[in-house]
């Protein structure tokens, strides 16, 4: 996790579930692997621990999951300055082993914090949309974010004790880690041997139990309209049996609006498509998925993808205008109808020891398909020498680094 990034299309990571599992041929050198592997070396005791394996001297992933501490889980609530959040760096937020629980928690502090832009990237394209289309998601996720407010509304006072085996180091009940008496950055935390962090990490409830916050915009506007008459916001809290937080933070509208409704307007949806098959068999599965923001990662890019001509379910579609028809109806009067566009693509090569090499002409006709759509285009980078495209007159390919409107 960093509050910088050296993405380009993003301005930090926050990686609330870390680990994995190989599922596709854009997954053989996932730089987070090597990354995880690296972590899990450097702090054995950390939720990184079991993530990955070695196979043949590299790291892979074992299929393990585990949900960040709290003091990562929460740390775009601490982020003041809006930030374009790349979820899940380290991992897969839809892994079919995420329990839904842990979704919808993230969700919920992508919810509390309006003031970011974030961007779920999936190669789980099915369970991405089987979870946004469920009937009562919206209700999972009010109950995270009151279990969230009640967290912080009963945090204890924050006292420091020292971290073992680390001078002039201490650690805080919040989680937080100070040297000298000054505090560290949030992206430094995990530097520090989990096991001397969690005792004083633990949160105190005093006894209080939040309750399901199934609230919809009626709920919600009668709650600003009780504040407005002066009811306590205590008792407000007692009656709908969430956090008095909730209540302030719905009178005052801070509370994203869309933390009650679907979908938030503040998240991105994406999935990532390294060739035409696993265009084909994601994009419409993210098509079909309520978002904001619909984009596709073709990173990297193993082969040539033709968008317009995308083919599942026994018919065709060109995912950057919406248009579908069935086989063989390309004349006049054929049967076609709209559904959901994509807003926005990136596309770029490997990178790494090992990078497999990218035609040149693959990102280019991406590119021209994205123009002639009018949808953002982002060229993120090249595959390495091999490719050959540094030699090639496509500087306009190289400058092109767009994001939707």
Known sequence: MGDKSAIEWTDATWNPVVGCSIVSPGCTNCYAMAMAARIEKMQPQSHYAGTTRMVKAKPVWTGKLALAPDHILTAPLRWKRPRRIFVNSMGDLFHEDVPDAWIDRVFAIMALSPQHTFQCLTKRAS??????????????????????LVDLDHQPEE?????????????????????????????????????????WQDKVRHGFNGGPAKLTREQAAEI?????????????????GVARSLVSMIKDRKVCA????????????????????????????????????????????????????????????????????????????????????????????ESGPGARPMNPDWPEDIMRQCRDAGTAFFFKQDSGPRSGMKGRASDVLWSCKEFPA
């Open 127 to 148: 369970r991405m949309r089987g979870y946004s289309t469920t009937p009562d998601v919206t209700h999972g996720i009010a109950k995270a974010v009151d279990a969230v």
């Open 224 to 240: 600003r309209m009780a504040c407005r008459a002066g009811e306590t916001q205590q008792s407000i809290a007692d009656r709908h």
């Open 258 to 349: 869309a933390a009650f409704s679907w979908p938030l307007p503040n998240v991105w949806l994406g999935v990532s498509a390294e060739d035409q098959a696993r265009a084909n068999e994601r994009i419409p599965d993210l098509r079909a998925t309520p978002a904001a923001v619909r984009f596709v990662s073709a990173e990297p890019l193993l082969g040539r993808i033709e968008f317009t001509e995308l083919y599942n379910g026994g018919k065709y579609m060109n995912a950057l205008t919406g248009e579908n028809w069935l086989p063989g109806a390309g004349s006049i009067g054929s049967q076609t109808f709209e559904g959901a566009k994509l807003d926005w693509i990136i596309a770029g090569g």
């Open 159 to 199: 006292t420091w004790k020292p971290v073992p085996d680390f001078h002039s180091h201490e650690a805080s009940r919040h989680g937080r880690i100070r040297r000298d008496g000054s505090v560290l950055k949030e992206q430094v935390n995990e530097r520090f041997d989990r096991a001397s962090v969690t005792l």
